[in-house]
């Protein structure tokens, strides 16, 4: 079993920054280096939607296009953790962001192909 927990939500003015954080740990957590990550966030009354991902090796990353060049998402092995750093925010980024394992390594955008979730984060942009 892989445990996902999210955190660095919280509420921020159009403009302004945030960094999220999602630790991974769990019976499996060892094996974080072998596995792809994923962003996805959920407006109320709207489907989830892919934000950003990134591959086992870091050495490919993708994003939504209402993100790129605003978001950006990393991982550190030694500390079983991925960030999505968010700059520039705005009000339609208000939503609740979960972070997700997929398995498999690569890097892939529906949610269905990602195995393992967590809680999710608020993150509420004021304009």
């Known amino acids: 079993q892989v445990q996902l927990v999210e955190s660095g939500g919280g509420l921020v003015q159009a403009g302004g920054s945030l960094r999220l954080s999602c630790a991974v740990s769990?019976?499996?957590?060892?094996?974080?280096?072998?596995?792809?990550m994923g962003w996805f966030r959920q407006a109320a009354g709207k489907e989830r939607e892919f934000v950003a991902a990134?591959?086992?090796?870091?050495?490919?990353?993708s994003y939504a296009d209402s993100v790129k060049g605003r978001f950006t998402i990393s991982r550190d092995i030694a500390k079983n953790t991925v960030y999505l750093q968010m700059n520039s925010l705005k009000p339609e980024d208000t939503a609740v962001y979960y972070c997700?394992?997929?398995?498999?390594?690569?890097?892939?955008?529906?949610?269905?192909?990602?195995?393992?979730w967590g809680q999710g984060t608020q993150v509420t942009v004021s304009s």
């Open positions: 990134i591959n086992r090796s870091a050495s490919r990353t």
């Open positions: 997700a394992v997929h398995t498999g390594g690569t890097v892939v955008t529906g949610p269905k192909e990602y195995n393992y």
């Open positions: 769990g019976r499996t957590f060892s094996r974080f280096s072998s596995y792809a």
